[in-house]
């Protein structure tokens, strides 16, 4: 990074802080303004449904300048979620392809392609793209609501909000005063959980604290390879290589709180940490091993945020994380570090007699990363009892960047429109600058319609392979065109339809089997239908659609298949070219969801889903199978979940959750079979 930049951008926090701290004794001044319009304003009888992501201010999910939704916290109660993908896999566009280590996120036909949020802090790595927090290691207990945005988002958020943005927001101690807690065993597994919640506000301060855990058995495979690595440098001999053992036990631990002072200084934190060990199966189906995930996780967040007059506020906020991961595949262990330091601060200003806003702010962010690893060779063909002398290589880099980005977004109202534009500069140390733009308009003709057309481009983070293979790699980049048309007649009904347009360019594909793919480009698109309707005040009704189709050229892998000493003692590399489809999941998907609350005390809820049979990439054996119920014509999934509450006393709640109800079998690709 340059030194002018740090040294403006120190200059400019140092300006941001004194515009915070000025004028602290007036209380007026220490509030902090949700809106500068009616942006929250809802239909009589529906529940507020906030949005903070779409652009960088609450406001309600209709009105956001993007496509986007809300699940409260009632819903992940009512629904019986347990985890985010849980959640995820009702929303339209999304897709939670399940892997062996966990899920693998899918958006509009891209997997790995949207930025988790927690409280705005990012919770994936650089390191890997398979690091998703879907599962048990990211606990529900203590959010109030899940916010979604499908669609590019980097103006605002930076890179990697590439085909979307998820934001778990916490509560705080205005939304608990006292203490809750709960308890849950589930089956198969032995599964056991607890959390407890406690919260407290008084005067100019509030203060929330949660903690939750929970172990389970996930796998019972037997697993036969029990033994590879003597050392780094030695493989165990194949007589002592083979046994029996299963995965074992999955552990989770969480804790997470915040301090707020007047809702102009906020201290949160989260830390967790979880062991997940699974079975593995080779591509031939003989040899199966054991591997396990362990990822402390912990960040802390300072947010000041204030209104210098009525047209303007100022926010500023930092975060510091560590992630530390391990990774043990059979008896050998590998164990990076990510260290993420990030400094932010955003101006707000309505001009124009309040029909114009501007957004724009600066942000530092300095990451730096040791013993990365990249694996070379494919690791089945090394197991197996043939092989008595050598070890899959694996080289561990060092690397860190500097980040300096400074963005801008401006929405202009005019009637019952609003349209904007916005930009953003990312001046990168480790690769290549970039700007990303949007743009787009909404217009409500009156009060129940609503059209959005929007614009925007996105990039991802090269992950570890690519910068140990080139020195200054091109970031994967992304342009989405999406209109979407709704109508709200009532607080009791809505539809919407969405149609997108994506097109990719430099996307690069890591294959365990064959390494990097060429750069490639892809164009994907897509119509999103959702609608809910409320025939009755204690019956809720909703279903949703999404129909994808992806064309362009395969992924090209230039491949090392075998290697030869010619008579002087060169070492020769023989390589061929392997094409593969892009991987873009099924083409179809499909939610109908009912919630019906008989009496007072009782929500029940239940779940019919769907998605359809997808090309299944097999490389050891050059073949495309389809994944699905095994008649090539998808699969259907039926969940349930009833809750009871006020049971003997009020407060005591009941929760019975049942997932794939329907005993549906169905194969799912795993990493080499």
């Known amino acids: 990074m340059k030194k002018f930049s740090k040294g403006l951008l120190i200059s400019v926090f140092v300006i941001g802080f004194s515009l915070l701290t000025a ?123 899940i916010e979604i945005v499908r669609g590019p988002g980097s103006v605002l958020w930076g890179p990697d909000a590439f085909a979307g943005i998820v934001n778990l927001v916490p509560m705080t101690g205005k939304d608990i005063n006292g203490v809750e807690t709960g308890a849950g065993y589930g089956g198969p597994g032995d599964r056991k959980s607890f959390y407890l919640n406690m919260g407290r506000e008084a005067g100019f301060f509030d203060v929330f604290l949660s903690v939750s855990g929970r172990e389970q058995e996930e796998d019972d495979t037997l697993c036969n390879v029990v033994s590879f690595w003597e050392d780094k440098d030695t493989v165990v001999a194949p007589e002592y290589r083979f046994g029996e053992q299963t995965p074992g036990t999955s552990r989770y631990l969480e804790l997470s709180g915040s301090l707020s002072f007047k809702d102009w200084l906020v201290l949160s934190g989260r830390f967790s940490d979880f062991k997940k060990p699974y079975s593995v199966t080779g591509p031939d189906e003989g040899l199966v091993w054991q591997e396990s995930r362990s990822v402390p996780d912990g960040s802390i967040k300072l947010e000041a945020k204030k209104r210098p007059d009525k ?103 005019i009637g019952n429109a609003d349209i904007w534009l916005g930009a953003r500069n990312d001046d990168n140390d480790g690769y290549k600058d970039h700007i990303s733009y949007n743009a787009g308009a909404k217009w409500a003709p009156v009060r129940q319609w609503m059209i959005k057309a929007l614009l925007g481009t996105a990039y991802r983070t090269p992950f570890a392979r690519q910068l140990m293979e080139e020195e200054t790699p091109d970031m994967e980049k992304i342009k989405t065109a999406s209109l979407q048309i709704a109508w709200k007649p009532s607080g009791c009904a809505m539809i919407s339809i969405c149609g997108f347009s994506s097109r990719i360019k430099n996307h690069i594909v890591e294959d365990p089997y064959a390494g990097l793919s060429a750069p490639n480009h892809q164009d994907i698109k897509g ?124 407060g005591l709640e009941l929760d019975l959750a049942l997932r794939n109800l329907a005993d549906t079998d169905y194969q799912v690709p795993g990493t080499y079979a």
């Open 23 to 145: 004028g602290l004794p007036r209380a007026v001044e220490t509030d902090f303004p949700t809106t500068c319009d009616d942006t929250l304003l809802m239909f009589i009888g529906e529940e507020l449904e906030v949005l903070s992501i779409a652009s960088r201010r609450e406001e309600s999910a209709w009105q956001s300048p993007a496509v986007a939704c809300v699940v409260t916290r009632k819903e992940i109660e009512d629904k019986g979620i347990k985890t985010l993908a849980q959640a995820l896999e009702m929303v339209p566009g999304f897709y939670m392809a399940q892997k062996e280590w966990g899920t693998v996120p899918y958006l509009r036909g891209i997997p790995g392609s949207t930025l988790f949020l927690y409280d705005t802090v990012p919770v994936g790595s650089d390191m890997t793209k398979s690091l998703h927090p879907l599962d048990y290691e990211l606990s529900l207990a203590s959010i109030k609501r």
């Open 311 to 413: 047209s303007s506020s100022v926010r500023l906020s930092g975060y510091y994380r560590s992630l530390a991961p391990e990774y043990e595949i059979i008896d050998y262990a590998v164990e990076p570090k990510e260290h993420t330091l990030y400094g932010e601060l955003v101006y707000d200003r309505s001009v124009l007699s309040d029909a114009g806003l501007f957004t724009g702010g600066v942000s530092y962010r300095e990451r730096r990363i040791k013993n990365a690893p990249v694996w070379d060779g494919f690791l089945p063909e090394y197991l197996g009892p043939e092989n008595e002398y050598f070890l899959q290589s694996i080289t561990e880099n060092d690397y860190e960047n500097g980040l300096f980005s400074f963005f801008g977004q401006y929405s202009h109202k």
């Open 527 to 650: 119509i999103e239908i959702e609608g809910h309707f409320s025939p009755a005040r204690n019956l809720d009704f909703s279903a949703n659609l999404t129909l994808t189709d992806n064309d362009g050229p395969d992924e090209t892998y230039h491949y090392n298949d075998y290697t030869y000493i010619e008579p002087d003692g060169t070492l020769v590399k023989h390589y061929t070219d392997l094409s593969y489809p892009f991987d873009a999941g099924p083409d179809a998907l499909f939610n109908l969801t009912g919630t019906w609350r008989p009496v007072k005390r009782v929500t029940l809820f239940a779940r019919l889903g769907y998605f359809s049979s997808t090309r299944l990439v097999y490389p050891r054996g050059g073949t495309f199978d389809s994944y699905d119920g095994g008649s090539n014509s998808g699969v259907w999934l039926f969940d349930m979940n009833a809750r009871v509450v006020d049971i003997v006393f009020p």
